[in-house]
């Protein structure tokens, strides 16, 4: 059972202090399974006709970021943190009322978490290692600053791993589970939730993610036995779920959400899950007391998990029907079976304006529409979109062709009207839509007819170069020693860059003043690093905010935000930009105007080494971006590896010798169908190739790649054909080298510092990894750099880190 995890991977948990504990509130531990005679089911109220599956949680200003930063750094008490929960929940109720919930049918779920879903599953059962047990509060569970030392770790404690949800930006706390974990309930999160709820008149409906997917995305605790998987201990989660949902059912509680997104996840062993989701939710629905329970299942198909789930008694089921594939046959099933269906239609995960007319035709034609056992609802939480399309400006964003999380929920409220009443009731609105969809289609930046042409005429020649020892030759020129050493890009973002950048966007400082302080900053990030003796150099990346942001800001076809965040993680937020039009550089003709070149021009005219020119690969840029779905995304990747091919021949025009072009989404956007992972690597490779192989043979092209395991995808990073690529590695220990094959011929630079915390490695650690690196000895080219850029870092870190890296390297030289 050990292949029973979720195949994605991880980014480096962010580390902070521990806030200082407070006073805690009266202990609530709840008593081993109370003896219930008969059977109860909370059944007065049937499954709304309109609902949401989850919907965006930091505030529409960040208020929650903003609260929990402050606690963390000990500027906010407990009860102000509490407060401005207690405050964005609130204003969530009234948006989605507004929008067209209704507040008394369990049509809001709640969905507010103060860090993450699974972390809540966390603190309900004090689900902590025997390694963290210093988290647990006097009582022996999880209070709110317990909670946070998992999730970010402490002076002593290090933070539970993050990993990727699924296919998405969004990335959750892993759980760790051993045979031995002691699984202690404590509802005091849910009852905080269910008081702010009572307190604004909504009866919301508990959301928890599943027991299936809690435990089929926990991992071993460390020191388990080789055989032990967390899914062993299912029946005994089953029992604790079981519990929760009787306390749930003693509070009134009508109706409950369980998430198992896990169901939708290719496995190796499917029909084993299957067998487990049947026993598992036969085991829910017999409960003695409890609410009716609605199952949902976003980001995919459920496949065998389908029939499985429908004979076990739970009342509802939402099914994904924007990224499932469900069959005429599958659909029937669930009206046969007498299960509410709850049809996610409105799509949870891009920003697009629904086609509400299209919409309501299928939720038509689905088995038990006409009867009333079918809902309306979003395909998957509204957590992966940003609040409310009304903060924006529409003179920057094509308001017409888009909907936030308000503008879905009333799209799900009026299809939910229209299905009820049918579609003469809300012709009105739907020709509205009609209006505003047309008019998008039809908005010229969406149809450049010479950038179409050019990615229509390229060629197999296009995505090609010789051979890398015919480049290798012609690189030689170079000059590098062995083991060259070089950093990933960035170095740190001092408050100062951020301030004067935020200066120039306000206006406060002229764009000449920036522009002067930047080449400035510049050319100290290039002296430090001649005082370093680094052999390839860079400028810093002082003047971007965000990797693909500013990317997106210098090519036509992309919309950015002002209010468009959504979480990735924690209180980390990100803009993704809004890919809608077709892409080329801004500025006159088709190729518009370098935006790159000046800053790495202005570097390498200071210094004798090479420096390397810096670019988002064409992957990233779609990965962290909402993507228009009105084509092949083949085509829309083609379009904007055209963007960078036309910028890297600048760079190389302006006597750039190596250009990187970082792609650490790479892994990331792999589909978790495997039948689908062929043709997505084929794109998403070419994409990289058609934006890099324009080059002449002695230009060196990196690429990077960070944030995930990428053994799985080595073959599809060789097919890059890049000439040297860095990947993180220093927190595995090199591990990856492994399974590098022989035929892999790109230079190769595993990291040797691990970024993503403040430790600064030592000289002899970092020979230690370059020792193991060439041990594998199947590297022909071997780089030293660390794990990623080195925004994220101050000077003191970077300046030390790196002097023990120039060092280690030195001495790694002087032994071969
Ligand atoms: N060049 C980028 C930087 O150094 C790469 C960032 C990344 O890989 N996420 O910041
Ligand atoms: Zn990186």
């Keep these: 059972m050990r292949h029973l995890s979720f195949p994605q991977s991880t980014p480096g948990a962010s580390r902070g202090s521990r806030p200082h504990r ?29 609902t949401i599956v989850g919907y965006p949680r930091v505030g529409r200003f960040r208020e929650l970021k903003k609260a929990q930063e402050a606690f963390w750094k000990g500027k906010a008490t407990l009860q102000e943190l509490q407060d401005t929960a207690a405050d964005v929940q609130r204003t969530y109720f009234e948006r989605v009322t507004a929008a067209g919930l209704k507040a008394d049918n369990y049509s809001i779920p709640a969905t507010f978490s103060y860090y993450d879903q699974v972390l809540d599953v966390v603190r309900l059962f ?56 002691e699984i202690k309930l404590n509802l005091e999160a849910i009852d905080e939730q269910l008081e702010v709820a009572k307190q604004a008149g909504v009866k919301v409906r508990p959301q928890i993610v599943g027991p299936l997917t809690l435990l089929l995305g926990a991992k071993a605790e460390q020191g388990s036995a080789e055989d032990f998987s967390p899914v062993d201990r299912l029946d005994e989660f089953v029992a604790a779920y079981a519990q929760v949902l009787e306390q749930l059912a003693e509070r009134g509680v009508e109706w409950v959400q369980l998430d198992e997104p896990g169901l939708t996840v290719d496995r190796a062993d499917n029909a084993k899950v299957a067998e487990l989701a049947e026993r598992t939710y036969r085991a829910l629905a017999a409960a003695e007391k409890r609410p009716q329970i609605l199952v949902t299942s ?136 009609d209006e505003a969809l047309a008019r998008f289609a039809a908005d010229p930046r969406k149809h450049n007819d010479e950038i179409r042409a050019r990615a229509a005429a390229v060629t197999a020649e296009d995505f090609d170069r010789p051979t890398i020892d015919v480049r290798r030759a012609a690189q030689a020129d170079l000059n590098l020693p062995k083991l060259p050493t070089t950093t990933i890009g960035s170095f740190p973002q001092t408050a100062e860059i951020r301030r004067r950048r935020a200066e120039a966007r306000a206006g406060k400082i002229s764009a000449e003043e920036l522009n002067g302080f930047l080449r400035d900053e510049i050319a100290s990030v290039i002296k430090l690093q001649e005082e370093l003796g680094l052999d390839v150099l860079v400028h810093g990346e002082a003047e971007r905010n965000d990797m693909v942001q500013y990317f997106a800001e210098n090519f036509d076809g992309f919309a950015t935000t002002r209010h468009g965040w959504v979480q990735s993680y924690g209180s980390r937020c990100t803009r993704p930009s809004i890919l809608f039009g077709d892409v080329k550089r801004h500025g006159e003709g088709l190729r518009g105007e370098a935006f790159t070149v000046p800053w790495s021009s202005h570097a390498q005219s200071l210094s004798d080494k090479p420096v390397k020119g810096m670019l988002t690969g064409p992957v990233t840029i779609l990965a962290w971006s909402f993507v228009r779905d009105d084509q092949p995304r083949r085509e829309t990747a083609n379009q904007v590896a055209l963007a960078l091919a036309d910028e890297i021949a600048d760079l190389e025009e302006a006597g750039i010798r190596i250009i990187q072009v970082d792609e650490p989404a790479l892994r990331e956007l792999l589909p978790l169908r495997r039948d689908e992972q062929p043709q997505y690597l084929d794109w998403s490779v070419n994409s990289f190739r058609l934006a890099t192989s324009g080059v002449k043979d002695s230009t060196q092209i990196h690429t990077h790649l960070c944030y995930s395991e990428f053994n799985e995808i080595i073959d599809s990073i060789n097919a890059l054909n890049a000439d040297v690529t860095s990947i993180e590695a220093a927190r595995s220990h090199m591990e990856l080298l492994a399974d590098i094959p022989e035929t892999f011929v790109s230079g190769l630079g595993p990291g040797v510092w691990d970024i993503h915390s403040p430790r600064v490695p030592s000289q002899e650690e970092i020979e230690s990894l370059l020792k193991a690196a060439i041990g594998y000895g199947t590297i022909a080219d071997l780089w030293v750099n660390p794990d990623c850029g080195l925004k994220t870092r101050d000077y003191e870190e970077t300046k030390q880190s790196l002097r023990h890296l120039v060092d280690a390297t030195k001495a790694i030289r002087a032994s071969l």
């Design 22 to 50: 407070r006073g805690r509130q009266g202990p609530l531990i709840l008593p081993v399974l109370s003896p219930v005679k008969e059977k109860i089911i909370m059944s007065n109220t049937a499954f709304p006709a309109a």
């Design 298 to 433: 976003p980001y995919g198909s459920l496949r065998e998990n389908l029939p499985a789930l429908l004979g076990t008694g739970i009342e509802a089921l939402h099914l994904d029907l924007v990224h499932g594939v469900y069959s005429k046959a599958e659909l029937e099933s669930v009206s046969a079976a007498g299960v509410h269906l709850v049809a996610g239609v409105v799509n949870g995960r891009n920003v697009w304006r629904a086609d509400v007319r299209a919409a309501l035709k299928t939720l038509e034609a689905l088995p038990g529409a006409s009867e009333g056992a079918v809902s309306v609802a979003s395909s998957t939480s509204l957590q992966h979109v940003p609040h409310d399309l009304a903060l924006e400006d529409p003179a920057e964003v094509p308001v017409d062709g888009l909907a936030f999380a308000d503008q879905k929920v009333a799209e799900i409220a009026l299809l939910a009207r229209g299905l009820a009443e049918g579609e003469a009731a809300v012709e009105p609105e739907l020709k509205a839509a």
């Design 126 to 181: 004090t689900l902590v290692p025997e390694r963290l047990a210093e988290a647990k509060d006097a009582r022996g569970l999880l209070d709110l600053p317990g909670y946070f030392a998992l999730a970010r770790g402490t002076e002593t404690l290090p933070p539970l791993e993050m990993t990727k949800w699924f296919d998405t930006n969004y990335h959750y706390l892993v759980p760790e589970i051993g045979a031995g974990t």
